[in-house]
């Protein structure tokens, strides 16, 4: 099991594809801000639809495309531009055709430690009770909740895999 961050120690793990590395700890600044690079391969879901009701979120594309499907909306945020993912909004998003690579920055930052420390139930399997149930704890503590079964549909809708 992982060690859950103070707000100051680095990580680099992998959710599943969805790669995570801890640039900027929010216990580095006053402002309790984090940032994680976020890596993603071709036609990939990063997550299910999910809410966050405690951070917002903004994404910046370093490089590739994403795809944000945002309260019933979609938008493509290419290379150079961002897109704020605002507390208790519904949204997932994915990569296109090429590789994604792109900065998030949490406000607060307190939800930068939720990687790392679901990484060791990643990648999640459905049928694997045990590890739903405690990746949907540490949501909780979190103030994340996530909607499991939106993955099989987004990826059929929109040909992705996760």
Known sequence: MCAQTTGGEKYDVMLGELGARLDVARGENEANVAIVEHTLPPHTLAAPLHRHSREDEISYVLEGEMTVLADGELATVPA?????????????????????????????????????????????????????????????????EADLGSIPQLCEEHGLRM
Request: hydrophobic share 40%; glycine share 10%.
């Open 80 to 144: 150079g531009e961002s897109v704020v993912k605002g507390r208790d909004v519904w949204h997932t998003f994915w990569s296109s055709d090429e590789p994604l690579r792109f900065l998030e920055i949490i406000v607060p930052g307190e939800f930068s430690e939720f990687f790392e420390e679901v990484s060791h139930v990643s990648p999640l399997d459905p049928s694997d009770e045990g590890k739903v149930a405690e990746f949907l704890a540490i949501g909780e503590r979190y103030g994340f």
